[in-house]
């Protein structure tokens, strides 16, 4: 009944604006030229009851940042980190930025950022701090700017009685003299050490001792190509002698000037909401660049993927954090490509959409599917249209949560290809056999890196990205549109004024707006010449529901509640008809158009004197554990302002 009618009520609200803005701009355009005519336009009350409004934030100068990151936190405030925001200049002087911004007072405040953490990977915690893990340990170098030999070097460790440390620096000689520095600190267990049967062995066994070993980067000490090695080579430690210095070495075949990629670090954050502050807890023990971190059922995030300390993409090898105890331990092995998109899905499984960034073999890691953590059983979920387009997607749990449907939407080719798709699809999780179902085609055609936001009217807002690969051309587009999953259709909104593409977020605010920011063109012009440009300017979306007379609030009632439990809150719907819906809503923490955290809950409405109640689910694959924006909605889908509940 309520579907229907607000569907009715949609279209009817829809046809009356249209007519009304047109009666108001036809005897004003006389004397309007185009620009100014279309600002006339965009500002009147009837324009921005359809289609909402956009503004730029006065943003202070010192207070600009490359926006790569971007999170929202249980206070309410947006924590946006640059760390060096994809400036080599900024990585060599150590330059590392995070803004946090509060968008209800205004105010900002740049927070000492104690590691690179520009392409990090973020994940919320059940206690509402943020966990940032990896990040940039060395920029990428193209072919022809290679000026010193560099490569991987496996560091070997044969010592069955101890485990050894290689601390970053070390000098590892060949045996020809040459020398080569390691760019990072590498921590071996000790040696294997087994008994094997062998007749001609002393008592007819054998001991085998099978070295442990890790990969490092290392910089040759001469530059030019002195310092090039072509066949496998074996490296003492410089300065190590007796046994320590027979079972610690390092093997490398590839020492050379060709590209290098970029680097990740191992190293793993809290940032507590608080106290405002970053506090370190136990690295990693893989190195990541472009990592996925995703929340779990049972309250611990999972790091998948990313490039190693050596620039090499890992090959599955994913760890699980625990809040608790705070510490990294082994997860199953599985191969993804980069920020993989990765959502928890009430079975307690991880659906991977298929949505990335790139990096390693285009056919590998980019099948969607169901991954069944316990198991690590990976059940493939076939049917989407255009799968060589997957990169620079985006994709979404829709709304509410309990329906289990996710949608895909865009795409480009691998690298830095000029192609991709208008494709969107949904698949529905909840079927024995799940396929991808087309819908319908973006409006603004072939669309990369585009913001997908949940809206509290259970609507997804769709703004920016661009045609080509990186914007290249001049191709951002300045469209937004909404989304209804119940109709499987698009309407127009308001145009945005900033263009978006690699490297922009967007996120939904307590008080119902979108805030966008971020993007990293290459040229930043229709000529393609200079070079790459960051777009610092942030602009909120105010959307039409926001137009349409006094807002429902929601207040009083537990700070906290449990799965399962019943929980009440005051309540006042100033309109006709009460209470519409009222949704869990959890926070994003979003880069690289990929936000796993978001998600929208539907939670059933009793209404009592004052208010209303309602019982969490109990479901923590549906639910996990964390904080969460209460909204409700009025008849018309006009939301209140959110109140922050955890949920335990």
Request: aromatic fraction near 8%; hydrophobic fraction near 35%; proline fraction near 7%.
């Amino acid at each position: 009944m309520f579907k229907t009618s607000l569907k009715a009520k949609r279209l009817a609200l829809g046809s009356t604006v249209v007519m009304a803005v047109a009666g108001m701009n036809a005897p004003a355009a006389v004397g309007f030229a185009g620009a100014e005519y279309h600002q006339y336009v965009i500002s009147q009350p009837g324009y921005k009851a359809q289609y909402g409004s956009w503004s730029v934030l006065k943003l202070p100068t010192r207070f600009r940042v490359n926006a790569i990151h971007a999170s929202l936190l249980r206070t309410g405030k947006v924590l946006i980190i640059a760390g060096s925001g994809n400036d080599a200049n900024n990585f060599k002087a150590g330059t590392f930025k995070t803004l946090l911004w509060d968008p209800v007072k205004e105010t900002y405040k740049l927070i000492p950022t104690p590691a690179d953490m520009f392409c990090s990977g973020h994940a919320q915690l059940p206690d509402g701090s943020l966990l940032v893990a990896g990040g940039t340990l060395r920029y990428e170098q193209v072919a022809g700017t290679v000026t010193v030999p560099g490569g991987t070097m496996e560091v070997r460790n044969e010592d069955p009685n101890k485990s050894r440390t290689v601390r970053k620096g070390t000098v590892f000689t060949a045996p020809d003299g040459r020398q080569y520095k390691t760019d990072d600190a590498v921590v071996l267990p000790a040696a294997a050490k087994s008994t094997v049967k062998d007749p001609k062995a002393y008592r007819g066994v054998r001991t085998v001792v099978t070295p442990s070993q890790q990969a490092v980067w290392v910089d040759s000490l001469s530059p030019g190509t002195t310092g090039i090695i072509k066949t496998m080579t074996q490296f003492h430690v410089k300065g190590l002698t007796g046994n320590d210095g027979r079972t610690l070495y390092g093997m490398a075949k590839a020492i050379n000037l060709g590209v290098q990629n970029f680097q990740g670090i191992k190293q793993s954050y809290e940032f507590n909401p608080d106290i405002e502050q970053y506090q370190l807890v136990q690295s990693m023990e893989y190195a990541r660049w472009y990592p996925t971190l995703a929340p779990t059922a049972d309250g611990k995030v999972i790091a998948v993927s990313g490039l190693d300390g050596t620039g090499v993409i890992l090959n599955g090898q994913n760890e699980i954090f625990d809040p608790t105890t705070k510490t990294w331990s082994a997860g199953p092995t599985r191969f993804f490509a980069t920020y993989p998109a990765l959502f928890l899905t009430a079975s307690n499984k991880l659906f991977y959409s298929g949505s990335n960034a790139g990096y390693g073999n285009a056919a590998k890691g980019r099948t969607p599917g169901l991954w069944d953590l316990k198991t690590n059983t990976f059940q493939v979920v076939p049917g989407l249209k255009d799968p060589q387009y997957t990169e620079t997607s985006s994709s979404l749990l829709l709304p509410p949560a309990q329906s289990q449907k996710v949608m895909f939407l865009g795409g480009g080719g691998a690298g830095e290809s000029a192609k991709g798709t208008a494709r969107t699809a949904v698949v529905d999780l909840t079927r024995t056999n799940p396929s991808w179902t087309t819908g319908p085609d973006l409006p603004a055609g072939q669309t990369r890196y585009l913001s997908s936001v949940i809206l509290p009217n259970d609507t997804v807002l769709t703004t920016g990205g661009s045609h080509d690969y990186r914007g290249k051309h001049g191709s951002d587009i300045l469209k937004a549109n909404i989304y209804h999953p119940d109709t499987n259709t698009f309407s127009p909104a308001a145009d945005p004024t900033v263009g978006r593409d690699y490297h922009s977020e967007a996120l939904l605010l307590p008080d119902g707006r979108v805030v966008t920011m971020g993007s990293n063109p290459l040229f930043g012009n229709k000529q393609d010449v200079g070079g790459q440009f960051f777009e610092q300017r942030i602009e909120i979306y105010t959307p039409a529901y926001l137009y349409h007379g006094a807002r429902p609030s929601v207040t009083g009632g537990p700070a906290a509640v449990s799965r399962g439990q019943s929980a009440g809150f005051t309540a006042t719907v100033p309109t006709a008809g009460g209470i519409g819906t009222a949704r869990l809503m959890r926070p994003s923490s979003v880069t690289h158009a990929t936000d796993v955290q978001q998600r929208s809950i539907a939670l059933d409405v009793t209404r009592t004197p004052g208010g209303f109640t309602t019982t969490i689910p109990s479901n923590a694959g549906l639910v996990p554990s964390g904080w969460y924006m209460l909204f409700i909605t009025d008849r018309n889908g006009t939301p209140s302002v959110a109140r922050w509940i955890q949920v335990r």
